[in-house]
């Protein structure tokens, strides 16, 4: 049974040898089914849906790139009435 992360993530907790272990599912389905042949650091959700842990929507990336990123993806807001008249 996978719990809710305070960071919104899905998380499960794992037991091996009498220890428990931590596991977001979007790592866990990246490190079973992404290749990451350059050793990137972090996953990246495409649709920016911490939830939405299908091996689609997920891809290996720097740091930097996921920085980037948040935010410009698929969220785009109309300018507001006021920044539509600036010239």
């Given at each position: 049974?996978?719990?809710?992360?305070?960071?919104?993530?899905?998380?499960?907790?794992?037991?091996?040898?009498?220890?428990?272990?931590?596991?977001?599912?979007?790592r866990?389905?990246?490190?079973a089914?992404?290749?990451n042949p350059?050793?990137?650091p972090?996953?990246?959700h495409?649709?920016?849906?911490k939830l939405?842990?299908?091996?689609g929507?997920?891809e290996?990336?720097?740091e930097s790139?996921?920085?980037?990123?948040?935010?410009?993806?698929l969220?785009?807001t109309s300018?507001?009435p006021?920044?539509?008249?600036?010239s």
């Amino acid at each position: 049974k996978w719990s809710l992360h305070k960071d919104g993530y899905k998380q499960y907790n794992l037991h091996k040898n009498k220890k428990s272990y931590i596991m977001t599912a979007h790592r866990s389905v990246a490190l079973a089914f992404i290749p990451n042949p350059d050793n990137l650091p972090l996953v990246n959700h495409k649709d920016e849906n911490k939830l939405n842990c299908y091996v689609g929507n997920l891809e290996w990336c720097t740091e930097s790139y996921n920085i980037k990123y948040n935010g410009n993806c698929l969220l785009y807001t109309s300018p507001s009435p006021r920044d539509r008249t600036r010239s």
